[in-house]
Structures are given as C-alpha cells and as structure tokens.
C-alpha cells in the first residue's frame, strides 16, 4: 500500500486540491479509506488527517468502511421506483445474501440505494463499482449473482450489461447539427473576440443550470475583473433527480461542450477549464479524455491555439456522489479537494472562484448553445423562443410515458404539447425541474415552458394517475435530507425534520395542526437556508400542498392531538425484556376519540 | 465621509469592508448570533443572525455593509424564526441544561432565554452521541456540540494548530478531534488554547472548574445575552 500510495501522491504533484481525486483511487482499489492511508497521505499531502476524514465522510462515494470486491449500488430516484426498484432490490440482497445497507460475510459484495444516477429513461438503474448498470430485471439480476458469486473481473462482464442509450427522441436547432471540429473557435477569431461576446449577448442566452443568469453578462464580468489568473469550469454534475440530457451531451456532443468552454476561455482571458464530472458518469470519463486528446492533437488545445497566440487546456475532476456539488460555489470547493460546502456570497465565483480567481461556472448545455451562437450569430438564436427566454431547452423526458428521452425545444412550447410528443396519457401531473422544481396538476398543461413561466434545468418526471402523489412527495423529501450538505442550521436541521413530519402525516399519525405545522417548517426552510438546496428542498411540500390541500387533510386523525412521540412503541424494549405480550403491557397514546 | 446603513430605521455608520454585525456592534446594536465571534473569520452556519437586508434576507455576519441598505433586525417575526432555528439546534442535540456545568453561561441557552423559548416544539432526535473525557484537562461532551466551528477557527487562527474539524454530511455532522486515536488526550490541545475556551455551549468544557461558580451567580443569570455580547465583543472593548 506504501508505494501505491506513494506514486499516487507523486502523480498529483503532492498537491492538497487533488485529494478527492486520490481519494477516489484508494477507494477504487481498496473498497475504502483504509486508517493506513489516512496516515500515509496525512504525511504524504502535509494535511490534518482531519480534513481527510472530513472528506472521506462527506461524499457517498468514499467510506471509512469496508465495501464489497463489488459494490453494487440500486438508484433510488423516484422513476426508478416507478419501475419496480424496490421488488428488484429485495431480490436482489435475498438472491446475494446479504441485507440492504451492508457487506457480505466473506467481502465479496456490498448492496445500498444511492440518489437518482442520470438514468431514469432506462431504469431501473444502478452502479457496480462507479459502472452504470441499466434496464435491470430479475433475469439480469440473476446473471449479475452468478458473475460476482464466479468472482468474475467487471472488464469480462457482458458488455450489455452496461449498454447506456442516447434516446435522443426529438431535436431542434442545436441537437440537429453537428459542428465540425473548430468551426466555433475559427469564427470567434474571424469575428475577433469582443463582438463574439456582443453576439452571446445579443442571442439572450441565459444560463441553462436552472438559475437562467445571463451567459454574458456571467462572462463580462469575468473579464473585467483585475486579477488576470482566471478559470473556466462546465458544470457536469447534473445531480437533480430526472435530469440526463448533460450525459447525453458529453457522450454525443462533447466536441462542441468543450469547443464553448474554449469560446468562453478566449473571451475571459483564462488559460485552465475543468469539466466536473459527476461521479456517476465515470463511464464516460474516457471517452471524454480522448475528446480532449484529439481536439489537443488539432492544435484547439494546449498552446497557440489556431495560431491565435492563445493558450488553453481542460482537465476532468470527478465527483464522488454528493448533489450539493451542482452548486457553483460547492463545486468550486470540491474542485479544490474539499468537502462541497457552498460558501457565503459575496464574492461570487466571477471575482473569487477557484483558488480564489475569477472564475465561469457555466451549465454543459449553456456552453454547447454559446458555441452555436459564436457559429451562428446572436440574432439567429434570439429569433427562437419567447422574450425573456431565447433559443431551446434539451430536456430530459422520464416517467410514464411511452418515449423517455432527450427532447428540444423552443422556449414557449406547452407542456401539453410536449406531453402529447412523449406518448404520455391519463397524466396525473409533471414534476418539472426535478424535486427542486414544481409539480404541475393537469389542469395547467397550457403552461409553457420558459424562465418566466415554468424553468427547468432539464428535468421533466410525468407521473399518471396511477401514482400516489405523497409518495412522491416523500420520495423527493427524503432526497433532500439526505443530500443536504448539513452546513447551515435551517437545512441540516430541518429537512431532517421535514421528513419527520412528512412521515408522520402519510403514516397516518397526524391530526389537526399537522399540516399547518408542516408548511410553516417549509417556509422557514426555504427562507433561512444558505444555498438553493435548502431553499428548494420544501418545495414538493408546498408545490403538492398548494394544489392538493385535500390529500394532506384526508390523511389526519380526527384528534386535536397526536403527540410525535410513540409511547406504546418506545415501550417495546421493556416488553420485550419482562417478555409480557398481555394488552395491559400496552398503553394507547391519546384519549378516548381515537379513530 | 463615514458611510451609514440604517437597522431598524436607526442609521447606524460603517467603513468599507464591515460586514452588517461588525457595523451594527460598534454601534451597540445587538444581532442574535452562535457562530460568530469577533476575533475569527465569519462562518455564516447557524443563521441567527439572519437580517432583511432590502427586503432580502442575509447573515449578518457575512454579509458585507453597503451605503444605504435598509436592514430589519429587532421585529417580531425575525425574532420568532430565530427562535425556530434555536429549537432547531437543541432538538438536534441533547440539551439536558439542568445537569449541565455550562447552564447560566451558556450562550445557546442564553439565547434560547432571550428569544423567549419556552419549548422544544419539535420532536427530540436522541442522537446517539458520545463523551470525550480523555483529555486530563479539558471534557468534550458531543451531545451539545452545535458545529458552529469557533472551536475550529480558534484552534487554527488564533492558537496555530489543527485540534478540531466539523466531519460528515448533513444530519450526521460531527466534531473530529485531530489525533490518530480520535481522542482528545491524543491531540496537541493544551487547556490554556483559545480553543478549549470559545464553546458557546457546554460541549467544550474545562475539568475541575465544575460549580466554583453557583447556579444562580453565572453570567446570564443577571445578565441578557445582548448586555454581555455588546459589553464584551465591542470592537473597544468597553
Ligand atoms: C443544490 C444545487 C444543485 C445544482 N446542480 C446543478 C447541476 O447539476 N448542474 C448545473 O449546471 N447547475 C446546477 N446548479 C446551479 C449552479 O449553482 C449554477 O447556477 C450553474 O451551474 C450556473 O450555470 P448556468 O448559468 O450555465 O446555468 C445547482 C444549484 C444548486 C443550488
Ligand atoms: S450546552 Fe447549554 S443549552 Fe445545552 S444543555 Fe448545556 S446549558 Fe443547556
Ligand atoms: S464543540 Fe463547541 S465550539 Fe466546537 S463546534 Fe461544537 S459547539 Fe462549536
Ligand atoms: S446545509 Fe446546504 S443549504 Fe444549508
Ligand atoms: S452568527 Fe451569523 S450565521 Fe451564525
């Protein structure tokens, strides 16, 4: 282990902002931290053993303990469970022998749930050591026992196993071209580098993460600033639930992800990109790296690019499973090595960002539209859309419908519209923007889809009326307890808490007051929280609340009272213990109006 | 020309580069607050010291003072979050103040007292959480730990070493201790570092001090937190 760690440690320079990376490797040869590593690397990387730790706990990836030869992980996102996840789970750990949440008796196998893995159009889905496993059945399932049982390495694994789709079902103006190699560069230089900058403002462009920020007003001031050491990183972390178009884009369209990265670099002055890849996509790691590779071998990377006296490169930095990373200032972090705390604004990543310098952090769609407009000039993307929201949105279509996939479309296109396109009947309602988002009833299908109306970063979930929309909603919440980066107190407390409560109406325990108290918590939530995660992370709450008072209501007791804490279950133990099962060893919780 | 902000209608003078609390201490205005601590770098974690800030609300202890901000602090329903937030931190927790050295000094409780809580409101979390009593000079009890992190900065800014760390994600943060055993007594903590001083709360506390001072004679015994905390953090120290 002393020289596997040792050459790791060389490789990345002994550098502290490269320890998630490292750790990353360790993990991947271990199947955790091992407290020897901790030890080496401490000395290794001069750092507090501490804040390796902190790391290691933080992300879902890393462990301090053991995990099986094989780790196999079940997505646990809402559409998965819509596709039967959970019988598939069950027999899953009854066919491996071994329980939900550990590691096999002899190490060979460990099995847990993990958050949504970008692949909800061909769920259910999982991950056997960071490798996506899609389309599980139990006769997959089956040949997936005897593989491990067989001890047989991931490499001789049939490839089919593996086989993850485009399902690219419907293109507009950006899927239905493909760019030749430089094509954007060549014309930012032609048109030289400031009216570039004028045409991306002139095209409306606006930020295709969520927020919708101005792409050039983002990138202006980036340049304007007077620190001239100055970064561009493509957010490919696409950790909200229901999104995969950014897999989509980096499998098919890399080139031109990475062709706006260079367009942006040119623009801002900045010499060094990163791509953050989520964790998840590690799959698509390679493949990426030889994109790379061969847009360095036609000189539009690395020095002198195009002869322009302009010197740029990217690298890739993996994830390791922790959705607050999606959020700027919490990706900046995790791309220093750190755990993914977003930090107090201002400064804003445009003046302090990576290591401290003006930095763009920009959407993988975002980059892939400013590459187009540099080719096609602003006007042509302003003519498409609505006012405030020019050109298209890739959309990521999962759920109940016939074709799950990527679709494009004009801003202003009616969910109807859409929902028609995708084969999707008897639709109860649309979770648009994933869990962040907002769930739609179908009585507002004439919605359309734009900033001022319904934003998205890409997600779009239909469920039909077979659903249970509190499912969902539970579902969603217990998402965001889990993924809260438990920084601030409002976020960390109360989306635990949120799910306490939320689980106290859908079981049934809640009585009058309940659902008042539950939307109060949601406002305090929402308004008090550091980060957007927080500050959406009630919104399945109040986004079904708000439409459907009368689900919440019909699960309350007809009790003015029900007390959170369960008298008779905490005696359990006690019973147990004076092993009496006779009625007088149970007392009932509240009075003589019990249901 | 000094520059001002108003809080609360007062308008209340600030210099470039002071965040809303540093302006609003130096004119003895006093803004709820846990994590933060005059002498070391803003953390902005616990957010009770959240303001409206032209109608948007923002840590004052991070966020910087701007010419002509219209700040909210003293109102009704700040203060009534602030008590959420407050009940949030000790159902979290396990705050047992009756039998706890710290109470009457105690700056969680202390605020509790004058944000007027007078009850848990939401249900306890028990977290299972353990003591630290190997250290021959200096206790941790974890169980009132509120990761406000002073003990951290302090350790690093003020006594140059790296003795604690907020580790773990979400509900399941914690406090590390930096030693190879993870305890105390392992870590180059001395009892005379800032950072086995700054705890507001009593989960940082020195050995064989217990009780020299009685129940009833403690700080916030006489004293409302806003009275010690402008009396003591005063950038003149008046
Ligand atoms: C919890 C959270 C998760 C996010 N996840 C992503 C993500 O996966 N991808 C993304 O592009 N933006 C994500 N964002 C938004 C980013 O913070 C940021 O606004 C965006 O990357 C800016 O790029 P854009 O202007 O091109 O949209 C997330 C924000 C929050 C609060
Ligand atoms: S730390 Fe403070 S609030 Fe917690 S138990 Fe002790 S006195 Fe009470
Ligand atoms: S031990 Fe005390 S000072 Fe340290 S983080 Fe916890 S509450 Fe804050
Ligand atoms: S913990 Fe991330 S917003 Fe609070
Ligand atoms: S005092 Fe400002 S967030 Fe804690």
């Given at each position: 282990m002393t020289a596997f760690l040792q050459e790791l440690a060389k490789t990345y320079g002994y550098q502290a902002n490269h320890l998630l990376a490292i750790l990353r490797a360790v993990q991947a040869r271990y199947h955790h931290i091992p407290e020897p590593a901790i030890e080496a690397l401490a000395g290794l990387l001069q750092l507090p053993r501490s804040q390796i730790i902190g790391i290691v706990e933080f992300y879902?990836?890393?462990?301090l303990q053991p995990q099986g030869q094989y780790e196999l992980l079940i997505s646990d996102s809402i559409t998965d469970q819509m596709l039967g996840k959970q019988d598939l789970i069950s027999y899953l750990a009854d066919r491996l022998q071994v329980s939900i949440g550990a590691v096999r008796a002899d190490g060979l196998v460990s099995l847990a749930n993990t958050s949504c893995t970008g692949l909800c159009d061909q769920g259910p889905a999982g991950l056997v050591n960071g490798l996506p496993l899609t389309q599980l059945t139990r006769a997959k399932l089956d040949v997936i026992v005897s593989l491990i049982n067989a001890r047989t390495p991931l490499p001789e694994w049939p490839s089919e196993l593996f086989a993850v789709h485009d399902n690219i079902q419907k293109t507009d103006v950006l899927l239905s071209r493909t760019m030749t190699m430089g094509e954007a560069l060549q014309a930012t230089f032609d048109r030289g580098i400031a009216a570039t900058l004028t045409e991306i403002d002139r095209a409306g462009l606006r930020g295709r993460g969520g927020a919708g920020f101005k792409t050039a007003m983002k990138w202006r001031f980036c340049s304007e600033e007077s620190e001239t050491t100055r970064y561009v990183v493509c957010n490919a972390?696409?950790?909200?639930?229901?999104?995969?178009k950014d897999r989509v884009l980096l499998n098919s369209y890399a080139d031109q992800v990475f062709e706006g990265m260079t367009v942006c670099a040119a623009i801002i002055g900045a010499r060094q990109g990163f791509l953050y890849l989520r964790g998840e996509y590690l799959f698509l790691h390679e493949p990426l790296q030889a994109v790379l590779q061969q847009r360095r071998d036609a000189g539009l990377?690395?020095?002198n690019i195009l002869g322009q006296g302009f010197d740029f490169d990217i690298a890739i930095c993996l994830g390791a499973g922790a959705y607050i990373c999606g959020e700027e200032s919490a990706l900046i972090e995790s791309l220093e090595g750190k755990m993914g705390i977003p930090r107090n604004r201002p400064p804003y990543p445009v003046t302090q960002g990576y290591l401290g310098k003006p930095t763009v952090v920009n959407n993988v769609e975002t980059f892939l539209a400013a590459a187009a407009v540099a080719v096609q000039g602003g006007d042509w993307f302003a003519s498409i859309g609505t006012g405030p929201s020019k050109g298209t949105k890739i959309l990521s279509i999962c759920g109940d419908c016939a074709c799950p996939g990527i679709y494009e479309y004009p801003f202003g296109t009616t969910i109807q519209a859409i929902l028609d396109d995708c084969g999707?009947?008897?639709?109860?309602?649309v979770q648009v923007g994933g869990p962040s988002g907002t769930f739609i009833s179908r009585q507002e299908f004439d919605r359309k889809l734009a900033f001022e109306d319904l934003a998205t970063g890409g997600s779009f979930i239909i469920f039909n009326a077979s659903r249970n929309i509190l499912d969902i909603v539970n579902n969603f919440t217990h998402f965001f307890a889990h993924e809260s980066c438990g920084f601030c107190t409002p976020c960390r407390v109360g989306t635990s808490l949120l799910k306490k409560q939320l689980d106290k109406i859908v079981d049934g325990h809640g009585s009058a007051g309940d659902v008042a108290a539950l939307e109060s918590l949601c406002q305090l939530v929402k308004n008090y929280s550091h980060c957007g995660l927080g500050q959406t992370a009630a919104n399945p709450i109040l986004t079904t609340l708000a439409r459907y008072p009368e689900l919440y209501q019909a699960k309350l007791k007809k009790i003015s009272y029900e007390p959170g804490f369960d008298l008779d279950a905490a005696l359990a133990t006690a019973r147990r213990m004076a092993d009496r099962h006779d009625a007088a060893a149970h007392l009932a919780q509240v009075g003589e109006d019990y249901e | 020309m000094s520059k001002t902000i108003t809080i609360d209608g007062k308008a209340i003078p600030f210099t470039e580069g002071q965040t809303i609390m540093q302006a609003a201490t130096a004119a003895d205005v006093y803004i709820p607050h846990l994590c933060h601590h005059p002498e070391f770098t803003p953390h902005g974690s616990c957010k009770l010291c959240t303001v409206k800030v032209n109608g948007r609300n923002c840590s004052a202890c991070t966020f910087p003072a701007a010419e002509g901000q219209e700040v909210l602090n003293n109102t009704q329903e700040l203060n009534s979050d602030r008590k959420t937030i407050t009940q949030m931190l000790f159902v979290e927790g396990n705050h047992f103040c009756p039998s706890c050295e710290k109470t009457g000094n105690c700056q969680l409780q202390a605020v509790a007292y004058h944000l007027n809580m007078l009850d848990d409101h939401f249900p306890l979390f028990y977290a299972h959480r353990a003591m630290d009593a190997s250290h021959p000079e200096v206790l941790i009890d974890h169980n009132r730990c509120i990761f406000c992190t002073l003990c951290v900065r302090a350790s690093r800014?003020?006594?140059?070493?790296?003795?604690f760390a907020i580790s773990g994600r979400g509900i399941n943060k914690h406090l590390l201790v930096n030693s190879t055993s993870g305890q105390l007594k392992d870590s180059d903590l001395d009892s005379g570092d800032k950072a086995a001083h700054i705890c507001p709360t009593g989960a940082i506390l020195i050995k064989h001090t217990a009780y020299q001072v009685p129940i009833g004679q403690r700080v916030y015994d006489h004293h409302q937190i806003n009275e010690v905390s402008l009396a003591s953090e005063h950038p003149h120290g008046e």
């Open positions: 879902s990836f890393l462990h972390d696409e950790g909200e639930p229901g999104t995969f990377l690395g020095n999707a009947h008897d639709v109860l309602g | 800014e003020h006594d140059g070493k790296a003795v």
